[in-house]
Nanobody, 125 residues
Framework: QVQLVESGGGSVQAGGSLRLLCRDS????????MAWYRQTPGNERELVTC????????YYADSVKGRFTISRDKARNTLYLQMNSLKPEDTAVYYC??????????????????WGQGTQVTVPS
């Protein structure tokens, strides 16, 4: 059974940095898009960033462009999210997600079948 496990969350002051990790018990390489979503209480889970399997093209939400970077190490079956210049509005539970095989675009939530348990990121105001 494929399992995604996130780590690296925590509390950091505004302007600080955190790096989230997502370890995949299956194969993080291969024909699978990967993504980071986040969710705050009472709100929908929103796409933060994703990376396509076909050519490693990435997508970033406008709110995180220039501050967050998604990457993956296929040899270690690990997905990363480097978060810099954190803001209070980045406070959320962050989830990594793995798409169905051979999904084309990485921005479609309906293609994500496997989710991690989430890790809390808190940036106090």
């Amino acid at each position: 059974q494929v399992q995604l496990v996130e780590s690296g969350g925590g509390s950091v002051q505004a302007g600080g940095s955190l790096r989230l990790l997502c370890r995949d018990s299956g194969r993080i390489g291969g024909a699978f898009n990967m993504a980071w979503y986040r969710q705050t209480p009472g709100n929908e889970r929103e796409l933060v960033t994703c990376i396509r399997w076909r050519n490693d093209l990435t997508y970033y939400a406008d709110s995180v462009k220039g501050r967050f970077t998604i990457s993956r190490d296929k040899a270690r079956n690990t997905l990363y999210l480097q978060m810099n210049s954190l803001k209070p509005e980045d406070t959320a539970v962050y989830y990594c997600a793995k798409s169905r095989e051979y999904a084309e675009e990485c921005t479609s939530r309906q293609d994500y079948y496997t989710w991690g348990q989430g890790t809390q990121v808190t940036v106090p105001s």
